[in-house]
């Protein structure tokens, strides 16, 4: 009997358990201070009234035999999959229902779309990163190669056509670093992967903070893309669905490897080894479309942005460098002083009482920067900002 | 760009749209005939008053940001998790809060958990079998091997000595034969796996349906099975929760090789690569364990239990041979007269207007057998078995 040995390869993430311990530490010893945590990427805002109405009525189907549902397509009812058909065409694209499958997460097909994939393929993922792009393949075994995102690049990096990638993860919006992809820079990734026959593996979570028209919110927007990518959504952000679970996931019927289908792969992958998301929650997801619902979570969005906004003034006032902050619920901001990212934690934890996330714990390239969410309410936004300006001036 | 060649193994399954094909075939040429399907493996009665109760207070829980839910843990909220250690320990099996991983269904664990296992281990798989067994780990490159469940060994295969297996699917009571491992049987498959350090894959999904209290309902029921099985449960059977999805998977801090905890390497693949079940539904499967939920779960297992005996008592009176009929909700038979899986049922349909599955689609032992659920409802179960009686007396 063998394990997976390359389980053994994976390294243990201490980011968020450092952070934990540092800030459990902390208010131990100063029980009288408010500690503000604009760390997390979890939203805080309860479900839109549309979805929470579409919710109880769903599980009102489910106690009535008549109304019932049981076992339902793998890959999602296609009342769901007609809403999210209208969403991409309302930004222009034009999907196949066949094309969009429902998921419990864009977490899990992340890392599950890899079963498609043989195991010899050069992978490509930005420094920093989201760690489940690194930690899935090294699980399979798979060589990783970095590219650097820096100031430099506005944390954007472009094609480097020396090197021969086979799958490369872009995330736009980003995650960490809240910076977002034109269409032109997009384009040369389209270009890059098609010439070469690679596949891009598009993480589009973030779309949702998108307001300036002129930026792309699906890769799909970008011609030639359908040859050569997959995108991954989800309702997590869009519409504070993290612990109500629904994602989807495109694949382009046009995405063809050494004369295979990827999207009857993937097909075949979803119906060997998923099972569906709840009838329950397809229910709460399509309501996001609804006319009622989509100004609801316009609204939250909205919100979030506000105090994305708030940070993002507070880091002008200040004068330090940043990524982020408009169209991306993020702020990363450069370390004033070049201080290292632990010790700004440090500094910002005890003087502020403010807690942030180390760029340092995203990847090398992330050390000397610092990553502020947006997800937490206005009121405390505001006063952690205060504390950041009065500690920093 | 290479892809996952393994995938062009995978037989494609034309069981099931087979059956549709010659199902709607008869009723388009006969339209005044009404067809009884008694050929499906999903539930039909609606979910319980207390899981309704528990879903609807859930949802109102999601409407407001002080009883909002966020990320949850992936492997399970403690809450759901105590009520399974409880509903183990109603029968006698004690287990660790850390030994439960709480999912989106057996399916998904099932398939997903081979990511902790190398690719070079012999895979044993019984004939008949449910097909997600097989196709998972051709998909991942696996050689399997048969071993025979017949008519002989009652559909229920013992170890052969001769045969070095690292990997063992074990389904009891048995989708699709209804058989029950008895608990000396089981310490055989558990005695075995531990002489080779082999890892059982115990499917418990139907264990709800065990009524006769010698017969184990968990494989950690036997001694010695914490050092070499892991056990598959759901509440889809349990609970009706085939559209609500949630199940849950046990593997013992005991069960180590290659000196790795592969109760870590799952916790490391589950936090890695799923975001865990929505709080809604791990509140309204937490209700089935509950003083007024278990009871009513209780009458319609008994419900479908009774459909079974209905079903098993036609094929006593017609002097069948069949397994299962009691302790599950499948009635695996002879087809009389020598008949083949497939003339069954073409002569079924055409004769009785009645649905069942041919045997030969799960394994070339399951040729000359045929599956019958007892997940219908009464009326219908009642009249299909009257038909039946009457057209093979």
């Not at 798979?142 to 820096?150: D, G, H, I, P």
């Not at 003087?351 to 997800?375: D, I, K, M, S, Y």
Request: aromatic residues 12%; glycine residues 8%.
């Amino acid at each position: 009997m063998q394990i997976n040995r390359h389980f053994l390869e994976v390294a243990d993430s201490y980011l968020f358990s450092t952070i934990a311990h540092k800030v459990n530490q902390y208010t131990a010893a100063n029980p009288d201070k408010r500690v503000i945590r604009l760390g997390i990427g979890d939203v805080t805002r309860p479900l839109a009234p549309a979805v929470i109405d579409a919710l109880h009525a769903a599980v009102d189907d489910m106690s009535k035999a008549e109304t019932f549902h049981g076992y339902g397509p793998e890959q999602g009812y296609d009342f769901l999959k007609q809403s999210l058909q209208d969403y991409y065409a309302s930004h222009g694209v034009k999907l196949d229902l066949e094309e969009i499958f429902v998921s419990d997460g864009a977490k899990s097909d992340v890392g599950n779309i890899l079963d498609i994939f043989g195991a010899d393929n050069l992978v490509l993922v930005p420094d920093p990163v989201y760690p489940v792009y690194v930690d899935t393949n090294v699980m399979a075994g798979r060589k990783v190669q970095y590219m650097n995102a820096t100031e430099e690049n506005g944390f954007l990096p472009l094609p480097d056509e020396t090197v021969d990638a086979d799958i490369i993860y872009l995330c736009s919006p980003n995650n960490p670093t809240g910076a977002v992809y034109t269409k032109e820079q997009l384009q040369k990734w389209v270009d890059y992967a098609n010439e070469r026959e690679a596949v891009i593996l598009f993480d589009a979570a973030y779309e949702c903070f998108i307001t300036d028209p002129t930026l792309p919110r699906s890769i799909f927007e970008i011609p030639g893309a359908k040859t050569c990518a997959i995108e991954f959504c989800s309702f997590s952000k869009t519409a504070g669905f993290t612990g109500t679970r629904c994602g989807y996931t495109v694949v382009p019927k046009a995405l063809v490897r050494e004369d295979s289908s990827l999207n009857k792969m993937w097909l075949r992958r979803q119906t060997t080894k998923f099972n569906g998301v709840p009838y329950i929650v397809q229910k709460g997801a399509a309501a996001v479309f609804t006319p009622e619902g989509l100004p609801q979570i316009k609204d939250t969005i909205q919100y979030y942005l506000d105090n994305a906004k708030i940070i993002a003034q507070a880091m002008d006032e200040l004068g330090i460098w940043y990524t982020g902050g408009t169209n991306s619920p993020y702020i990363w901001l450069k370390c004033p002083g070049n201080m290292k990212s632990w010790d700004f934690f440090d500094l910002l934890l005890e003087q502020a009482n403010v807690v942030g996330t180390p760029g340092a714990g995203f990847g090398q390239n992330g050390e000397g920067f610092f990553r502020l969410t947006a997800f937490g309410n206005r009121e405390n936004t505001q006063e952690a900002v205060e504390r950041i300006k009065a500690l920093l001036k």
